[in-house]
């Protein structure tokens, strides 16, 4: 069971690979344990459209995604991003050497 009232972020950052059988039974009892009953947030670079495919097993995805759609709040954020920026003023910097941009296809 899922403390409900800690605090919950899952990052989908560099998704290259659809997620694993384990992986995804896991997000899906995490989404599931905290639906209705505590607040969620999602960070990712992966486009929205690109999540059913990541997230792998069709029916897994449906029952996640509607979990997460049902009460969400999006945020798009535009703009360069802050590695970008900080890239630009400080080329040495350890995160300059990061991809600047999302790496899913």
Same mark, same amino acid.
């Given at each position: 069971m899922i403390n409900n009232s800690a605090r919950c #972020?899952?990052?989908?950052?560099?998704? #290259?690979a659809p997620l694993t059988d384990a992986q995804q039974r896991d997000l899906l009892e995490l989404v599931d344990d905290r639906y209705d009953k505590a607040a969620t947030l999602i960070t990712s670079q992966l486009p929205i459209d690109k999540w059913h495919a990541y997230l792998g097993d069709p029916t897994i995805a449906d029952a996640i995604l509607d979990r997460l759609v049902h009460n969400a709040y999006r945020i798009v954020l535009k703009g360069e991003?802050?590695?970008?920026?900080?890239?630009?003023?400080?080329p040495e910097h350890p995160s300059a050497k990061e991809p600047t941009t999302p790496t899913h296809t």
């Amino acid at each position: 069971m899922i403390n409900n009232s800690a605090r919950c #972020t899952v990052g989908f950052r560099r998704a #290259t690979a659809p997620l694993t059988d384990a992986q995804q039974r896991d997000l899906l009892e995490l989404v599931d344990d905290r639906y209705d009953k505590a607040a969620t947030l999602i960070t990712s670079q992966l486009p929205i459209d690109k999540w059913h495919a990541y997230l792998g097993d069709p029916t897994i995805a449906d029952a996640i995604l509607d979990r997460l759609v049902h009460n969400a709040y999006r945020i798009v954020l535009k703009g360069e991003s802050m590695r970008a920026q900080r890239a630009a003023i400080d080329p040495e910097h350890p995160s300059a050497k990061e991809p600047t941009t999302p790496t899913h296809t």
